[in-house]
Structures are given as structure tokens and as C-alpha cells.
């Protein structure tokens, strides 16, 4: 009998190869088996990062999701599309395990913060051996683009993704210390009007492409425009206590 291989979910930092951790950096350059998300027709932000390391011969798995903005995330279609996409995928990539080749998953940012890996670390648990990398955050790569520190003395930190409804947003702002606001894009004039309403805008930065390519970072009152990437978050920094 064949030993199974193992998956690896592997973090590969926010975007820039030479923030991937040295664990990361060898299951990259070993793997024979790569599979990564992306949106259909886009080459995908986490096969990107790896541009230039993967062996000549690794069998590249893309998984492209069937939706991503076309429907809303509270709509059952969305969920009737994505269980079985995933299931799909948690089955072809045990099949691969189980012939005794590792697959390595890769991941932006770290895997298991809002990354679309737990769903088929869901499904696979129990199943193979499944083992995971964890990865510098996309928020610690732009907070830092902001050359300021995020979270001082006992400053709590409070992390909302901006898809939530507008009064959803401004009650959990209200009364926050330091604050990072996820999944921006489209959403920012909904953020825009939230952080107003819990006091917040004039302490507000807005973050785009945090170490990428494109990094751009700016209190947001001086943002003229609504145009956000898919890449972007808002950042408020604690104001805690200073020695
Ligand atoms: C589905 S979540 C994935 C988070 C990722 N797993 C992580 O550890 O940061 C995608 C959201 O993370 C944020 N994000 C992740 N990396 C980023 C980066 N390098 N620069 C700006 N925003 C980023 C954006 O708000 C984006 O919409």
C-alpha cells in the first residue's frame, strides 16, 4: 500500500515572494503537485507570488470558483455554487494524497484568516494528512504601509469584514481601539459613511496592494475618489498607552 501524501495549505505572505517563510519558500520549490484558487480568466494572486519557483514539471491544479461578486453572499445561490465546487476539489485533491503525492495549496496572506483553504481543510480533515503553513497577513503588510504602529499598551483590535450591512459596521466601529476593516473594494463608500457615524474617518487609512507591486497608503480623507481594489482594507491605529 502506498503512504498518503500530505496537503499542504501553505501562507504565502501578503505579495511580495520574499515575505513567505522559509518553510513556505521549501514546500513551494518541492512541490510536484500545486493547486491555487482564481477567478476564471485571471492568472490568481497567490500562483503570482510564486512566479519563478515552482519546479519545471509541477502539475499545476487551478481551481477556478464558479462566482465570486456576481452574487451576493447572503444569497443561498451563492453557497448552492460554492459547496459543491469545493467538495469537487477537497475529492480530486484527495484522490492525488492518497496516490502518495503532496499537494501543496497556495495561499495569500495566512490560510486560515479569511482564506478560502478552510473550506477544503473542512472537507479533507480525517480524510489525508492535511498540514498548515502559516503566512504573514495582509493587514500586517499594510499597516505597516502605513509606517505607524497598529495596536499600543491594551489596545483592543477589532477586525470587520466590509461586506457586512452598513448599521452592522458603524455598532461594532463604535467604541473600537484600533480597527481593520477587510474585503474593501466596492464596499468603500458603505465603510466611508460607517466610520463616519462611529466617529472615526478623520483617523482612518486607506491601503491598497499592501506589499505588492502598486502599495499605496493614505489617511483616507485624503482618498478624493471611491475606487478600491479587490486588494484594500482600512486601517485605524490604537491610540493606546505610550511610555
Ligand atoms: C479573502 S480575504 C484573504 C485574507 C488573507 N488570507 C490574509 O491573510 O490576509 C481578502 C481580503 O484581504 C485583504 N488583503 C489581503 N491581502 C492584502 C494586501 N496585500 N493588501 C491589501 N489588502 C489585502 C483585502 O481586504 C482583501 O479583500
Redesign the pocket.
Known amino acids: 500500500m502506498t503512504a498518503p501524501g500530505t496537503i499542504h495549505g501553505i501562507g504565502l505572505g ?2 511580495a515572494a520574499d515575505l513567505m517563510s522559509v518553510r513556505a519558500d521549501r514546500l513551494v520549490r518541492a512541490a510536484t503537485h500545486v493547486a491555487y484558487f482564481r477567478k476564471a480568466g485571471r492568472a490568481g494572486h497567490a500562483r503570482r507570488i510564486v512566479e519563478g519557483l515552482l519546479r519545471p514539471d509541477a502539475v499545476e491544479l487551478p481551481m477556478e470558483y464558479p462566482v465570486t461578486t456576481e452574487i451576493p453572499v447572503d444569497d443561498p445561490a451563492y453557497a448552492a455554487a460554492l459547496a459543491p465546487f469545493y467538495a469537487a476539489w477537497a475529492d480530486r485533491l484527495a484522490a492525488i494524497a492518497t496516490h502518495g503525492h503532496d499537494v501543496a495549496v497556495l ?4 490560510p486560515f ?3 478560502s483553504f478552510m473550506h477544503l481543510h473542512t472537507r479533507l480533515a480525517g480524510r489525508v494528512p492535511v498540514a498548515v503553513v502559516p ?1 504573514i ?3 500586517s ?2 499597516w505597516t504601509a502605513t509606517g505607524q504602529p497598529v495596536t499600543w499598551g491594551d489596545d483592543a483590535l477589532t477586525v470587520l469584514s466590509a461586506v457586512l450591512p452598513e448599521a452592522e459596521l458603524a455598532a461594532r466601529m463604535c467604541g473600537s481601539e484600533a480597527l481593520v476593516v ?4 466596492r464596499n468603500l463608500p458603505k465603510v466611508r459613511r460607517a466610520l463616519a457615524a462611529a466617529g472615526l474617518t478623520a483617523r482612518a487609512w486607506y ?6 507591486p502598486g502599495e499605496r497608503a493614505l489617511p483616507l480623507s485624503d482618498k478624493a475618489d471611491d475606487a478600491a481594489p ?4 482600512i486601517v485605524v491605529h490604537g491610540k493606546g498607552r505610550r511610555p
Open positions: 501578503p505579495g495561499c495569500e496572506g495566512d484568516f479569511y482564506g503566512g497577513t495582509g493587514m503588510a499594510c477587510m474585503k474593501l473594494g491601503i491598497e496592494q499592501g506589499a505588492m479587490y486588494f484594500s482594507m
